[in-house]
């Protein structure tokens, strides 16, 4: 049983790696760029279960930012791609546009609950 | 007018007292006597010359004078009455109880002398200044155990008290030595009226009864429960003086000497004279009157008086208290002037440290509530005046740019905020170059 | 989809019909704003109420400080001697939004004064509601159905009531906030576009400085997108929709002082996070689901599901001791009280005393939605056909707004533009079915022949709306002329897509669908005539003037602002007046004297002391009231004009509140047999409570028998005296009474009795010189 699992799990591996490599390089961008958030989201919250949550809002400004960073460009990346038929008259500029807009105001409230 | 020297001390009390007390002229004040009759303006001569030689001015009527007023439009022809008129059954004029009980209220001074025969008006104002006479109208003070040695083997009516109150500020500083000799009724107080003190009081043996007939049930009052003569500070500061006995102003007393039974001293002089001069001088404000001026607060280092405080501020806080000697006001000196900064309850209490010039002062941190608090000083003491100060400051929280910025342990979430915003840059040119 | 037919003639038409919906609109606004202004042709430019009064003082202060200073706002004036954080305390929408509208006005040259601009900033923002309100039905069934919502939320009574002209309340931006931040959540998830995500958040966020009630928008997206995942509608779109809006939210939310950290501290939020954790599960379940096949797929279901599980189980085990370790579970009490009803009325009397907090009535409920609560049914249903996205959406907000609706009276107003929206529905889809009928059964019709068909069709229609219309008021003749431009857009569509099928499904009897016509168009009017009746009778006085009719002509009550102006002239500066918490926002408002409590329930201690000392006798009342260094005492009486709402009938909650922190405050003492009376048969302490010694002192001089109108009823004892008060100022009808607390007696009188009352017959006869004139002799 467990060697039939594990089997299945390394070829679900296998399968899901292969897949992976098939996406285009603008979307593996971006899914690093949303590893990088969320690693640093979670650097944070073990962080604050050392020092304790004493600067409360620097420390949600600081995690929500991360996870913000990390959403809006799943998003982004949600709309880019070329396979997902819901977004196929959605412009990638027009994608890419909001993007960056959704990111202005989040940062500018980052930096405005920071202090 | 006068009323905006102090408005700023918020206190209710101190503007009344400035039309009985006025501090620029104060030695020159009027003083009505009304008198039964006037031998007793030659009887009393004593009392009366002490009192001029000390600045007073005197206006001797008899009590059912027509002409007698207090007042007219609202002002007071004096600044105190005497009331040597222990029978007078009705005031002449259009002076009555509440007249003079109104001249009180109004801040002004009232020396009042009854005597066995006590009307039944000379009652009502005692009662209504919180002493109350023996109802019985024979009743004396009779003490068989601290009666006065005389020729004439009396009926211990004629008492020999030397049971004072222990203030220096009533009595004086300098020790009353002889018996205060008194004969008339006796008193009682309320023990839960705060206003009203026994200054003389009667001996344990004493009890209150009629002389002339036999006592067929327990007198009323008894023991030192009796006072016999009463100061009240009314809550204006108001003084009052009432005593069961005319006499013991009398010249008569004044001079004789005394010998208290049992006590083997005999003295040459009663200590009459002593005593109801030192009285007069403290119901008359001559001692014991105090004053707050220059109430100032503001933050160390700061010397303009800010319209709010924030929490944690460190402040100073300054008064000046000055007593009345009679002739100038002078420095008050004492080491427990208490100030609170108050909100419902004390949250801070100081005491202030003086100067010997008049000066108190001390400085505290605000604590770390916001509200509007009060710097109150509340200063009762045994025979002074009442000081009672509060001013009202509010303590505000911090304002939202006031509070710490750049704490060190967040920098890691700076950081990261930063280099996700960092991150935002690099990705952004990243992807559209890849394009 | 008009777009799917691009014939010349359609395109025309198209853009007609949007000229004519555009004019529809400046129309629906004009309507909203001037139904709104009775209130100020009735009785006068003044703020209404309560609350308002605090809102317009917190203008002023910005309009005169600037917002820094508005923002740092320590208010010593109220809430003496504890003073109140304005700023941190206040949600700031409204003033900011009012601030903003005169800073702006005043830039053009047009000099209003700050409270002209307060009176009408509600009426304004109904304008706007009722637009967004187009916009809103118009993402979930298209621009015939927005208009008719639009139109019925510019007159539904429930919203009327809460943004008269005066009225100047959150609530009164908060509902176009409110549907906006709907509006966007929708447009968002038709479209999938991250702009209206970062629109739809700031557009919360601009709800959440407006009002408490943001706390149902960001309950009730969680809840949709839960149901979307459930009942297996996820789509991206609901990610982009979903998860932006709740981080940029969140920060936002916290953003506004009064909230904080609350917006990620309370139970209140905790929803829209798990659901963004699971929205994320299912985000990338989906996403795998895509990327493998379809047997590679179900061995990681099998083998994520197992693992998943724990992890899962431990999370929401963690959770629940997080929020089970807080005594009141992290919920306020007024939420909780909108989960519990009677959780309010059980612990927190301060909670129920208001009676916006209590639950509506039935006939209530007709009062303020009228006939939509009819409409709402068949617009839930139209909903269902074909159930989208957006209309899932309104489904589930309709469902949840009856709910809280049906727990407090103050929800009402969140219940009224989902009623308008489904009616809104309902009757466009109503008038489509039966015009459609009408217009196949036309005699010589055929259904190829579509543009002049639907002329004539439309013609008749317009004909028969427009003789009904005259039988109602003029102000119908807006609507039915409305429904005709919907129906003009609507056939242009249909026939042309799949007419053949559509027509056969929903024609009905030509005879059937012109009464069925006939009574829509009855209905509408009665709704119509409903509201403007509501608008102008009901809803329009405000509470600060009270006007009364009777034999002899118009009696206007104005002792309100008569004991206020009072208080401002002939108090110093810094007297602290007390009085019930009600009146303490217009004290400080109008009178500009520090109080004791005002409608900020914030501290319920104090408030039970205030309480306390009105259910005490005077002596203690006195030493309460001194200790706080009160110098007057207001009181609100109705007994002598039959003013319901006074402090005596406000009683019974003063000493429920008192009696909660005091505990030697007891309600039963102030009842007869459970029951509160204040005639002959109360009970001694109630009679001599301050209470009642204020209220009815020396009011049996008014009609010698002391005759209470209010209770209707003798009073129980009608000749006493004040010892430790004097009455310093009685209004002219009586309804306020500022005492003044005795200063403490210069001497303290001896034990022993008066023997004659010489004095008292003085002090009586100075009475009748000062015995106040009796206005109805």
């Known amino acids: 049983m467990a060697r039939s699992t594990s089997k299945d799990a390394q070829a679900l591996f296998q399968s899901l790696r292969s897949a992976y490599t098939a996406t285009p390089t603008t979307l593996k961008i971006i899914d690093l760029y949303v590893i990088y958030a969320v690693f640093t989201a979670l650097i944070q919250v073990a962080y604050m279960a050392i020092v304790g949550s004493f600067p409360f809002n620097s420390f949600l400004s600081g995690v929500l930012s991360c996870i913000g960073t990390a959403v809006l460009a799943v998003c982004l990346r949600i709309q880019v791609n070329k396979e997902n038929k819901e977004f196929k008259d959605l412009a990638p500029e027009r994608a890419f546009a909001d993007f960056v807009l959704c990111n202005l105001v989040l940062h500018l409230v980052i930096i405005n609950f920071l202090g | 007018m006068s009323k905006s020297l102090v408005v700023f001390t918020l206190i209710t009390l101190l503007p009344f007292l400035c039309y009985a007390f006025s501090p620029e002229n104060p030695t020159d004040r009027k003083v009505l006597v009304l008198l039964d009759d006037f031998a007793i303006k030659s009887s009393h001569s004593l009392f009366f010359k002490s009192l001029q030689s000390r600045g007073f001015h005197f206006d001797f009527k008899l009590a059912d004078d027509p002409k007698i007023a207090l007042q007219r439009y609202g002002r007071y022809f004096y600044d105190a009455l005497i009331l040597f008129a222990p029978t007078i059954e009705r005031f002449g004029g259009s002076v009555d109880s509440a007249a003079i009980l109104d001249f009180v209220d109004s801040g002004h001074d009232l020396i009042l002398a009854a005597d066995s025969n006590a009307s039944e008006l000379i009652r009502e104002i005692a009662t209504e200044c919180g002493v109350d006479f023996d109802e019985d109208p024979a009743a004396v003070v009779i003490d068989h155990t601290s009666y006065t040695v005389s020729e004439t083997e009396g009926d211990h009516t004629l008492i020999a008290s030397d049971d004072l109150i222990k203030s220096d500020v009533i009595v004086g500083s300098q020790k009353i030595e002889a018996p205060v000799l008194f004969q008339g009724i006796g008193h009682t107080l309320n023990p839960a009226n705060t206003l009203v003190l026994k200054a003389l009081s009667a001996s344990p043996s004493a009890y209150s009864a009629n002389p002339k007939s036999k006592l067929s049930s327990p007198p009323q009052l008894t023991g030192s429960a009796i006072s016999l003569v009463s100061v009240i500070q009314a809550r204006n500061s108001a003084r009052i003086l009432i005593s069961g006995s005319l006499s013991l102003f009398s010249n008569r007393f004044f001079k004789s000497g005394v010998q208290k039974a049992g006590s083997p001293t005999k003295y040459d002089k009663s200590g009459n004279e002593q005593f109801s001069v030192e009285l007069s001088k403290w119901v008359f404000h001559e001692r014991g009157h105090l004053k707050a001026v220059n109430v100032k607060h503001h933050k160390v280092g700061e010397t303009d008086e800010p319209a709010m405080y924030r929490i944690n501020d460190e402040l100073e806080y300054l008064v000046e208290i000055y007593e009345w000697s009679g002739k100038a006001w002078e420095p008050y000196v004492a080491d427990d002037v208490q100030v609170q900064f108050y909100m419902m309850s004390p949250y801070v209490l100081k005491t202030l440290s003086t100067n010997n010039k008049g000066l108190y002062h001390t400085a505290f941190k605000v604590p770390d509530v916001y509200g509007v608090f009060q710097f109150k000083v509340e200063y009762q003491k045994l025979g002074y005046t009442t000081l009672s100060l509060s001013k009202q400051i509010p303590v505000r929280p911090f304002r939202h740019n006031e509070y710490e910025r750049f704490i060190p342990t967040a920098y890691p979430y700076y950081g990261s905020a930063f280099s996700m915003m960092a991150g935002f840059f690099i990705f952004t040119i990243v992807h559209l170059y890849n394009k | ?777």
């Not at chain 3, 008021?473 to 002329?481: F, G, I, M, N, Q």
């Not at chain 3, 609507?490 to 059937?512: C, D, G, M, N």
């Not at chain 3, 028998?705 to 002219?732: C, N």
């Open chain 3, 1 to 777: 989809m008009a777009a799917s037919v691009p014939s010349k003639g359609s395109t025309l038409r198209d853009a007609f019909g949007n000229v004519l919906s555009f004019f529809i609109l400046i129309l629906i606004g004009v309507l909203a704003f001037s139904i709104r202004l009775f209130s100020v042709i009735k009785y006068e430019s003044v703020i209404h109420e309560f609350d308002p009064y605090f809102n317009y003082r917190v203008t002023q202060y910005l309009s005169k400080m600037g917002i820094y200073e508005f923002w740092n706002w320590f208010d010593d004036r109220t809430w003496y001697p504890l003073g109140r954080v304005i700023g941190g305390t206040v949600y700031p929408g409204l003033t900011l939004t009012a601030g903003t509208l005169w800073r702006v006005l005043n830039a053009l040259n047009i000099p209003l004064s700050v409270e002209t601009v307060c009176v009408f900033t509600a009426p304004v923002f109904s304008a706007f509601a009722s637009w967004a309100t187009y916009l809103l039905t118009k993402e979930v069934k298209g621009p015939g159905a927005g208009l008719t919502a639009a139109a019925l939320l510019a007159m539904v009574p429930s919203y009327i009531s809460r943004s008269v002209a005066g009225s100047y309340d959150n609530e009164a931006v908060a509902i176009f906030a409110l549907i906006f931040t709907f509006y966007l959540y929708l447009k968002t998830l038709n479209t999938g576009s991250l702009f209206y995500a970062t629109l739809n958040a700031l557009a919360y966020f601009y709800m959440v400085c407006s009002w408490g009630g943001y706390t149902f928008i960001i309950n009730l997206i969680p809840m949709h997108a839960l149901l979307c995942v459930v009942t297996g509608r996820y789509s991206s779109r609901l990610y982009i929709a979903y998860a932006p809006f709740v981080v940029l939210g969140t920060l936002l939310a916290a953003l506004v002082p009064v909230v904080g950290f609350n917006a990620v501290m309370t139970s209140e939020h905790f929803a829209s996070f798990l659901v963004f954790i699971i929205i994320h599960v299912v985000a990338l379940v989906y996403y795998i689901k895509g990327t493998l096949s379809q047997k590679m797929f179900k061995v990681a279901v099998t083998l994520v599901v197992s693992i998943g599980l724990a992890v899962c189980c431990a999370v929401i085990a963690v959770l629940i001791a997080l929020v089970a370790s807080s005594p009141t579970k992290g919920w306020s009490g007024r939420s909780l009280s909108l989960l519990d009803p009677t959780y309010a009325s059980k612990y927190i009397p301060i909670i129920a005393s208001v009676s916006e907090h209590q639950p509506p009535t039935w006939p209530s409920y007709f009062m303020d939605i009228n006939v939509l609560a009819f409409l709402v049914p068949a617009g839930i249903i139209a909903c269902f056909s074909p159930l989208s996205d957006a209309s899932s959406f309104v489904v589930l907000y309709i469902a949840t707004a009856v709910y809280f609706s049906g727990v407090m009276v103050r929800l009402m107003l969140v219940l009224a533009p989902a009623a308008c929206i489904m009616s809104g529905i309902a009757l466009s889809q109503a008038f489509e079915v039966f015009t459609r009928s009408i217009k196949f059964q036309m005699p010589g019709e055929a259904p190829d022949a579509q543009e002049v068909g639907e002329m004539i069709s439309d013609g008749v229609v317009i004909q028969h709306d427009v003789v009904k219309a005259e039988k109602s008021e003029d102000t119908v003749k807006e609507r039915p002329s409305k429904k005709n431009r919907k129906k003009e857009k609507e056939p242009v569509e249909k026939p042309s897509v799949k007419s053949q099928i559509r027509k056969r499904l929903l024609v009905l009897p030509f005879a059937t669908s012109i009464i069925a016509l006939f009574l829509l168009v009855l209905l509408g009017a009665f709704y119509v005539v409903h509201c403007v009746w509501a608008a102008a009778e009901a809803y329009s006085a405000p509470s600060i003037v009270l006007t009364s009719h009777s034999r002899d002509g118009l009696h206007v009550f104005d002792d309100f602002r008569e004991a206020y102006a009072w208080l401002s002239h002939n108090t110093e500066v810094d007297d602290k007046v007390a009085s019930w918490w009600d009146y303490g926002y217009q004290t400080t408002a109008m009178a500009n004297r520090t109080v004791i409590v005002d409608n900020n329930t914030w501290n319920n201690t104090h408030i039970a002391t205030v309480g306390t000392a009105m259910s005490s006798p005077e002596k203690a009342a006195w030493e309460i009231f001194n200790s706080l260094d009160v110098k007057y005492v207001l009181v609100v009486f109705g007994g002598l004009v039959g003013y319901p709402s006074d402090d005596i009938n406000k009683f019974l909650w003063m000493v429920r509140i008192g009696g909660g922190v005091f505990p030697h405050i007891k309600e039963p003492d102030y009842l007869r047999d459970g029951q509160y009376r204040i005639d002959s048969q109360a009970t001694p302490t109630m009679l001599n409570c301050l209470m009642y010694k204020l209220s009815y002192y020396r009011f049996v001089e008014t009609d010698g028998k002391g005759f209470d109108r209010v209770r209707q009823t003798e009073i129980g004892k009608k000749y006493f005296k004040l010892s430790h008060f004097e009455e310093v100022f009685t209004t002219h009808h009586w309804m306020v009474r500022i005492y003044k607390l005795k200063p403490p007696k210069n001497r303290i009188r001896g034990k022993t009795k008066k023997s004659k009352t010489k004095s008292s017959s003085t002090t009586s006869s100075k009475r009748k010189g000062t015995k106040k004139r009796n206005p109805w002799h």
